[in-house]
């Protein structure tokens, strides 16, 4: 199987936008989010049903996530380096094949390493679509694009939990860890039907890898503190949360059920609703007002004296963080070179999941030691303070130290 360009257009900046890519890789993520977070809860009901305990969820969870932080610079070279499409296709056959492993495994250290190496596979291919989504279209388009692409992530995430339960408790774990080894096909389909596409042979008609450093450019330096400041404190509420509703405003699991699905409601109106911005309202304050709503969101729902409240204040929220993610993305992909996208894109979402993996361990002794509703508030209040203290980095932007990513 040949996976050189038979259309070297294909690698070129589009005069018009290709709408077709665009859904085409809005449906296969949505696919692949969805198959990823089905197995994901299945998995954890898996260990804690058998007596593993927290321990091994908790093993879970870190294998998960611990390679797209460690292997971001390599994946994000590879990315760069390598043929978008062959990339997909190989990690797409690799990682059906995992899941398919996955799918008879019962021992729990097997389990903890089969999931360690799906999540290397998913740290090659999340910077590679990320890096083919300003090819596909043209600016002005982009916005709408990355919102299409980001909302079809999100309810793939909103699906996967309740779907899990239901398949789990009528056919047991195997069938939907067999759907999540069978939704790694949708990798395959849109390496081999995706007509965008970031080739070595367009690499090196630029000269070669391009040098690059996220952290050389001060608003993008700025920006990503600032949202993995917030996002350990949403790590970290992940699991207040659950003490916080359940124990402290006495909720039902139900009522716990629906609060934690609605930031991702949320999300998916944001990222929907940003699609009509204009291209230059995308900017390093944009970032960090959002940012602040989504702090003021979470303090306000520590003052409540009903989980109901919740409800729309998490919404709030979450349309906030919807319009991060698709800011975060129109910024890397308007101020770094075209030929460093894959770079740029992991040692962001490298720096974000380490936040993440940091909030979520510094949950566990604190809510040990201090009231829930106090931890919430605090979680809050030092991303307030986060974003206020990165304003004065964008508040006088410079202009990108790169041409725009489609130059």
Same mark, same amino acid.
């Given at each position: 199987m040949s996976f050189t360009s038979a259309d070297p257009?294909?690698?070129?900046t589009p005069q018009t936008s290709r709408w077709p890519d665009v859904y085409l890789v809005a449906g296969g993520r949505a696919i692949t989010v969805c198959g990823d977070f089905l197995a994901a809860t299945t998995l /954890?009901?898996?260990?804690?049903? &058998?007596?593993?305990?927290?321990?091994a969820v908790s093993g879970?969870?870190?294998?998960?996530?611990?390679?797209? /932080?460690?292997?971001?610079?390599l994946a994000g070279r590879l990315v760069d380096r390598a043929d978008s499409r062959t990339?997909?296709?190989?990690?797409?056959l690799a990682q059906a094949a995992v899941s398919l492993v996955l799918a008879f495994t019962t021992h729990p250290v097997l389990i903890i390493v089969l999931v360690a190496l799906l999540a290397c596979g998913l740290t090659v291919t999340q910077p590679t679509l990320q890096a083919?989504?300003?090819?596909?279209?043209?600016?002005?388009?982009?916005?709408?694009? &990355?919102?299409?692409?980001?909302?079809?992530?999100?309810?793939?995430?909103?699906?996967?939990?309740?779907? /899990?339960?239901?398949?789990?408790?009528?056919?047991?774990?195997?069938?939907?860890?067999?759907?999540?080894?069978?939704?790694y096909l949708a990798l395959i389909a849109i390496g081999l039907l995706l007509r965008t596409r970031r080739s070595r042979p367009e690499r090196a008609a630029t000269g070669g890898v391009v040098a690059f450093r996220l952290w050389d450019d001060r608003v993008l330096t700025a920006i990503t503190v600032a949202v993995a400041a917030v996002v350990a404190g949403?790590? /970290?509420?992940?699991?207040?949360?659950?003490?916080?509703?359940?124990?402290?405003?006495?909720a039902s699991s139900i009522v716990y059920g629906f609060v934690a699905a609605s930031w991702t409601v949320g999300m998916v109106a944001g990222s929907l609703a940003v699609g009509r911005f204009a291209p230059h309202r995308f900017t390093g304050r944009m970032v960090l007002a959002m940012l602040a709503l989504c702090c003021v969101a979470v303090v306000a729902g520590s003052a409540v004296g009903s989980a109901g409240w919740l409800i729309p204040l998490w919404v709030l929220g979450g349309f906030g963080n919807g319009i991060v993610n698709v800011?975060? &993305?129109?910024?890397?992909?308007?101020?770094?070179?075209s030929a460093a996208h894959g770079r740029a894109f992991s040692v962001f979402s490298a720096t974000i999941q380490t936040a993440g993996m940091a909030g979520l361990f510094a949950a566990g002794p604190l809510v040990e030691a201090f009231d829930p509703r106090l931890l919430v508030a605090a979680a809050g209040l030092a991303g307030l303070v986060a974003a206020a203290a990165c304003l004065p980095l964008v508040r006088h932007s410079p202009p990108p130290n790169a041409p725009h990513a489609r130059s």
């Open positions: 257009a294909c690698t070129e /954890a009901l898996v260990l804690q049903e &058998s007596g593993h305990g927290g321990l879970l969870m870190l294998a998960a996530g611990l390679p797209l /932080a460690v292997l971001a610079p990339l997909l296709i190989l990690m797409g083919l989504v300003p090819r596909m279209v043209t600016p002005d388009d982009l916005a709408r694009a &990355s919102g299409i692409i980001q909302t079809s992530g999100q309810i793939g995430m909103l699906i996967a939990p309740a779907l /899990a339960g239901i398949l789990v408790g009528l056919t047991g774990p195997r069938v939907p860890l067999l759907i999540d080894a069978a939704s949403v790590g /970290a509420i992940n699991v207040f949360d659950v003490f916080f509703i359940r124990e402290t405003l006495g800011c975060c &993305s129109m910024l890397i992909a308007a101020r770094v070179p």
